[in-house]
């Protein structure tokens, strides 16, 4: 969503909200819950036998240095994806009762032209 909102040839505000706050509220829900992807940038991963029981040890100096970064990163991200979560909610809810207020068919919104 991200790729598809923000890299648009036109630039559109509502697009670039969109596209960029999916984006953070994703990568904040990631490192919220990086315990559970740590495993998997271990280089020789190992099954385990219980997956409810956690084992922050492995994934090696990679997982340390992206688990120190997401310490680090988490309290802004969390912040800001508050404020775009407030801020697409905010722009869905005054479309939607622009819609309610005025009800019209796409098509006497935009003219449509057929592609060639």
């Given at each position: 969503?991200?790729?598809?909102?923000?890299?648009?040839?036109?630039?559109?505000?509502?697009?670039?909200?969109?596209?960029?706050?999916?984006?953070?509220?994703?990568?904040?829900?990631?490192?919220?819950?990086?315990?559970?992807?740590?495993?998997?940038?271990?280089?020789?991963?190992?099954?385990?036998?219980?997956?409810?029981?956690?084992?922050?040890?492995?994934?090696?100096?990679?997982?340390?240095?992206?688990?120190a970064l997401a310490r680090v990163v988490q309290p802004m991200l969390l912040g800001l994806s508050v404020l775009l979560g407030t801020v697409m909610?905010?722009?869905?809810?005054?479309?939607?009762?622009?819609?309610?207020?005025?009800?019209?068919?796409?098509?006497?919104?935009?003219?449509?032209?057929?592609?060639?």
């Amino acid at each position: 969503m991200f790729i598809v909102d923000v890299f648009k040839p036109e630039f559109r505000l509502r697009a670039f909200l969109m596209g960029s706050g999916s984006m953070v509220m994703n990568t904040t829900l990631l490192l919220a819950y990086y315990h559970h992807y740590r495993p998997m940038l271990a280089w020789r991963a190992q099954a385990q036998a219980d997956p409810s029981v956690a084992h922050p040890t492995e994934g090696g100096a990679v997982a340390d240095g992206v688990g120190a970064l997401a310490r680090v990163v988490q309290p802004m991200l969390l912040g800001l994806s508050v404020l775009l979560g407030t801020v697409m909610l905010a722009w869905l809810l005054v479309m939607i009762g622009q819609y309610a207020a005025d009800p019209k068919a796409i098509s006497d919104v935009k003219t449509l032209v057929p592609r060639k």
